[in-house]
């Protein structure tokens, strides 16, 4: 080993001795101290490692014990690639004639539904069948039950539309804000028909996390001008519960100063809601036989959406990595009808958990020791862990522990690390050029974790210039001595001096630790440890047969 390599070894050794000669109480609040810190610029300005934890937060969604079940009312008229296939013989590829969505809708609504929710888009005019335009445009004028999906864009091209609450007001709020002039522009992708322009409109926005996933859904959005426009969810609410929209609305008040994201109560992995081949429904509203497949709608909340992979309405949620939109829309507008809001602990509150933690540990450790905190190494990260799964069965509020679970697992592996080098200080005598004396000790049980900490608490408080010696002390921290017999002896060596004067003060102590506390032993000079050692086991030798006597 070169001379460089010795002297750096050194050194790093020289730190660590250092680092573990630092009094308990000083490690321990300055971790609080540095991770406080750390927690309020993440939590607020950082944004790394506080909020949701999105990996293990899907996890927890899949492994649900309790899930509330579906809403019987929602059905989809299904545009699969098995509707897709039947009808492109006859109609070409998709998008078809509109005349054949104003036949299905006719269909619908003379069975009175609840609601008829369009997952589909008319943002553009048919060209090559401009009768069927007109077909669908006359169906949505009879239509008494229908809600249409607006694409919403960017905000930051709010300023350069034209678009106000005068061309699309079914897309407001309601009370909306009556704004004279200076009224709120905002970007989106407006219907083509003027029909379903007029008719009951929300946005239907996938707004996915930045790992790809959806996981919440926005249900308002507030404008420049303080009015909100709604998402489709809140229009079929607005129709079915005016009294629950209001309270909707009533609840976001002056709290809802951005966009109302919430968390999905996502049921069950695979269709939650029943799907319904929009051939099948096709055929039967043309004059076709009844089907089996196909309900009646009566009093149901008809969702019009595509799952075919072709039709590109497709995203990541925490059940599926490929999950059709209107499935998502379907469990946002379940969760708003029955009103299986999930909640999120504030940012804030995460941080106050966080933090309040740490102080508790710190406190703890003062009380008692950082060996007693050994079985919490796992134990609390996984309890913690635990609780937030708890709150995802049938709680109304996602209890997010993630950033408390995880910072407990590290301010406790950070104190284990410092407890090993403190042990490694304190119980690795230096080989002393003075004479020194040995006060021998014995317990019931081994000298392990708490016990050996007090002792060093002792020694570090009333005789900082001495050590301790323990037999099998390891530096791996083994869960259990591998010679109880003897670690259950223990030796303090120092400086004849200095053992005396502070004997009244020691001796209470470690009587309490110990279960036979000796006498400091006569003063001699060690060369080595080795010697030392040696003399230590003949004190303990000696205190042996006095026991036994």
Same mark, same amino acid.
């Given at each position: 080993m070169s001379v460089g390599m010795t002297e750096t070894r050194s050194t790093w050794q020289r730190l660590l001795n250092r680092i573990g000669a630092l009094p308990t109480r000083r !490690?321990?609040? #300055?971790? &609080?101290? =540095?991770?406080? &810190?750390? !927690?309020?610029?993440? *939590?607020?300005? &950082?944004k790394l490692s506080g909020g949701l934890a999105k990996s293990s937060f899907d996890a927890m969604v899949r492994a649900r014990v309790f899930v509330a079940a579906?809403?019987?009312?929602?059905?989809?008229?299904?545009?699969?690639?098995?509707?897709? $296939?039947r009808m492109t013989k006859e109609f070409g590829r998709w998008p078809w004639p509109r005349d054949t969505l104003a036949t299905v809708l006719d269909h619908v609504e003379a069975q009175a539904p609840a609601a008829v929710v369009w997952d589909v888009l008319f943002s553009d005019a048919d060209r090559i069948s401009p009768g069927g335009d007109a077909a669908f445009n006359e169906a949505v004028r009879r239509s008494t039950h229908s809600h249409f999906s607006v694409v919403r864009l960017p905000k930051i091209n709010d300023k350069l539309s034209q678009v106000t609450q005068v061309d699309l007001p079914g897309l407001w709020a309601a009370p909306a804000l009556k704004i004279a002039s200076g009224a709120a522009t905002v970007a989106l992708i407006p219907p083509a028909l003027p029909a379903v322009a007029e008719s009951r409109l929300g946005f239907n926005n996938g707004y996915v996390d930045d790992d790809?996933?959806?996981?919440?859904y926005r249900y308002l959005e507030r404008l420049s001008d303080g009015s909100d426009i709604q998402s489709l969810p809140m229009s079929v609410l607005r129709a079915l519960d005016p009294l629950a929209y209001q309270a909707y609305l009533a609840k976001s008040g002056s709290s809802f100063v951005g966009d109302r994201d919430e968390l999905i109560a996502w049921r069950r992995e695979g269709p939650a809601y029943p799907h319904i081949s929009f051939a099948d429904v096709f055929d039967q509203a043309d004059g076709g036989k009844p089907l089996a497949t196909v309900p009646s709608f009566a009093g149901k909340i008809v969702i019009v959406g595509a799952t075919a992979p072709s039709l590109h309405d497709i995203h990541a949620t925490p059940l599926f990595s490929m999950q059709a939109g209107v499935d998502s829309l379907a469990a946002a507008l379940d969760n708003l009808l029955n009103q299986r809001h999930l909640a999120e602990l504030p940012r804030?509150?995460?941080?106050f958990f966080a933090v309040a933690l740490c102080v508790g540990l710190a406190v703890w450790v003062q009380l008692k020791s950082v060996g007693s905190l050994a079985p919490a190494l796992l134990v609390l990260p996984a309890a913690l862990l #635990?609780?937030?799964?708890?709150?995802?069965? #049938?709680?109304?509020?996602? &209890?997010?522990?993630?950033? $408390?679970?995880?910072?407990?697992?590290?301010?406790?592996? =950070?104190?284990?690390?410092?407890?090993?080098l403190r042990r490694n200080?304190?119980?690795?005598?230096? *080989?002393?050029?003075?004479?020194?004396?040995?006060?021998?000790?014995?317990?019931q049980d081994a000298w392990f974790e708490g016990p050996l900490d007090r002792l060093i608490d002792a020694v570090e408080h009333h005789a900082p210039a001495c050590r301790v010696v323990v037999c099998d002390f390891n530096e791996g921290g083994l869960a259990t001595p591998r010679w109880p017999e003897l670690a259950r002896f223990a030796a303090v060596v120092g400086p004849p001096a200095m053992l005396m004067a502070v004997r009244c003060e020691l001796q209470p102590v470690l009587m309490r630790l110990a279960?036979?506390?000796?006498?400091?032993?006569?003063?001699?000079?060690?060369?080595?440890?080795?010697?030392?050692?040696?003399?230590?086991?003949? $004190?303990?030798?000696?205190?042996k047969k006095s026991e036994t006597a």
């Open positions: !490690v321990s609040w #300055g971790l &609080v101290v =540095l991770f406080s &810190v750390w !927690v309020v610029l993440d *939590v607020f300005i &950082v579906p809403d019987p009312r929602i059905v989809i008229i299904d545009i699969d690639e098995a509707s897709l $296939a790809g996933v959806l996981r919440r804030w509150l995460q941080a #635990g609780m937030s799964y708890l709150s995802l069965n #049938g709680s109304p509020m996602f &209890v997010d522990l993630h950033l $408390a679970a995880g910072l407990a697992l590290l301010f406790l592996a =950070l104190l284990r690390y410092w407890n090993t200080y304190w119980c690795s005598p230096p *080989v002393f050029e003075e004479p020194l004396a040995i006060w021998p000790l014995t317990r279960s036979r506390c000796g006498e400091p032993g006569l003063p001699q000079t060690y060369a080595t440890r080795e010697q030392l050692a040696s003399s230590v086991f003949s $004190a303990w030798h000696g205190f």
